[in-house]
T-cell receptor
Framework: AQKVTQAQTEISVVEKEDVTLDCVYE???????LFWYKQPPSGELVFLIR??????QNEISGRYSWNFQKSTSSFNFTITASQVVDSAVYFC??????????FGAGTILRVKS | DTAVSQTPKYLVTQMGNDKSIKCEQN?????MYWYKQDSKKFLKIMFS???????INETVPNRFSPKSPDKAHLNLHINSLELGDSAVYFC???????????????FGAGTRLSVL
């Protein structure tokens, strides 16, 4: 069975702080994909990034960066210099051989000014 | 132009009623999904259709019936609504998962269902 664990239920930071959201996954598939989605207070789900199991290169997109480590089955997400607009629920998700997207429980990020 | 659109955005109804939520996508995808997000924000897949064929059917009460008239539409009909059905329902679409698990799912804005 596939499982995604986001151990941090809620994180509060002050603007301009860096914050890392943790994601640990379990799967027996050799080919799988990892995703991060953002759910802002308005409620929609916004795709942020996709990573495949064969590509462990870290990725940076503006203030966002992702660290994929197969050895620890982790796919962590860091926001540098956080802003109030980053306040949202962030979901990590996994898709494997069954082609079903399995979500973690989400981490609520609150960025205060 | 909204890629995945759901209607209505809010739905308030009484227990025992029957209601439908509509979903349409204009991304040219051939696979569509329904997810339920409970009050604790947990997201779980309910159904998936590929080219009008049901390919994922999780353990969902048979009061929930998806209907796909064509690959751009996937509607969700719920019979005999119960209090526990209150949740946010999300529609999503992607390229065919038959090509592998890599496809990005794009989500609609959600429908908040409140059963009184």
């Amino acid at each position: 069975a596939q499982k995604v664990t986001q151990a941090q239920t809620e994180i509060s930071v002050v603007e301009k702080e860096d914050v890392t959201l943790d994601c640990v996954y379990e799967t027996r598939d050799t080919t799988y994909y990892l995703f991060w989605y953002k759910q802002p207070p308005s409620g929609e789900l916004v795709f942020l990034i996709r990573r495949n199991s064969f590509d462990e290169q870290n990725e940076i997109s503006g203030r966002y960066s992702w660290n994929f480590q197969k050895s620890t089955s982790s796919f962590n997400f860091t926001i540098t210099a956080s802003q109030v607009v980053d306040s949202a629920v962030y979901f990590c998700a996994l898709s494997g051989a069954g082609n079903k997207l399995v979500f973690g429980a989400g981490t609520i990020l609150r960025v205060k000014s | 132009d909204t890629a995945v659109s759901q209607t209505p955005k809010y739905l308030v109804t009484q227990m025992g009623n029957d209601k439908s939520i509509k979903c349409e996508q204009n991304l040219g995808h051939d696979t569509m999904y329904w997810y339920k997000q409970d009050s604790k924000k947990f997201l779980k897949i309910m159904f998936s259709y590929n080219n009008k064929e049901l390919i994922i059917n999780e353990t969902v009460p048979n009061r929930f019936s998806p209907k796909s008239p064509d690959k751009a539409h996937l509607n969700l009909h719920i019979n005999s609504l119960e209090l526990g059905d209150s949740a946010v329902y999300f529609c999503a679409s992607s390229q065919s998962p038959r090509r592998g698990p890599q496809n990005i799912q794009y989500f609609g804005a959600g429908t908040r269902l409140s059963v009184l």
